[in-house]
């Protein structure tokens, strides 16, 4: 495989995001603002990165904040990125006529990223006539919709693109194992998957369906989990609202689950033996 192509694959678009608003305000504390999250959140995003990548980024301490080389580099090409975003609205706001009408959406649970957020508010900025209408599905079901022509798009987690809709790579979601405050896990160091495999597991119902659609299933049988589930929800608020609960462990979106991590209701466990990840796709017929 092409490791150029393999980088593409493993690379989280919304750390790109939070890198590009460091950079842009030249402070991790104004980029939060910005963001609406916390700033050791972005602190934790600008080191994620920085280990995908491997190279430093930023050189900072408390009197200077400087971009390495490498930065410099990055934000260039960030910077074409996000200004490709920003003229998708232009573009389609010089066709011909207003549009209007109701553009119909099918997507995966709380479902968090920047890109997606700056594409919906721009189709809306510049064309105030169209109506949203966003439904949640799991993957399974939007690609079935889309392939019966019942919705035009959907964004969804795939394993790999499938015959028969037109798939575009968006970005790769992060996601980890988490327990309760409740739980008698939460706080631990525990390192290793092999402790965690017979404890209670809290699913999310598109990964009791299986099937190649839904990589919450591969992502639970990769990492040995779920061999005794003890809650279920197709809805990720739902499921991590059981996780809180003490209910048993779950693995869910990093990007979802922050604010609860830095609320100390959530305990993300230090596993080191395996990185979970899967891609999310636009899908349209």
Known sequence: MNPSQTLIDQLNWNLLRTFYMIAEERSLTRAADRLSVSQPSVSAALQKLEESLGCQLIERDSRRFDLTDQGEL?????????????????????????LSGVLHLQMITSLQSPIIDEVIRLMHLRHPAVTFRIDVASSREIVRAVSRKQVPFGICLLMEPVKGVDCKLLFREEFGIYCGQEHPLFGSDINSLKPLRDEGFVSFTCSEEGGFLEPM???RDGAGLGRRVVGASAQLDEVRRMII???GIGIMPVASVTRAVAAGLLWRLPVIDTELGANVFLVSN
Not at 77 to 94: A, L, P, Y
């Open 245 to 247: 609960a003490g209910v």
């Open 74 to 98: 990055l934000l260039g090409e960030c910077t074409v990125i996000f200004e490709s975003v920003n003229r998708i609205g232009q573009k389609m706001s010089d066709l011909e006529g207003e």
């Open 217 to 219: 299933s591969a992502l």
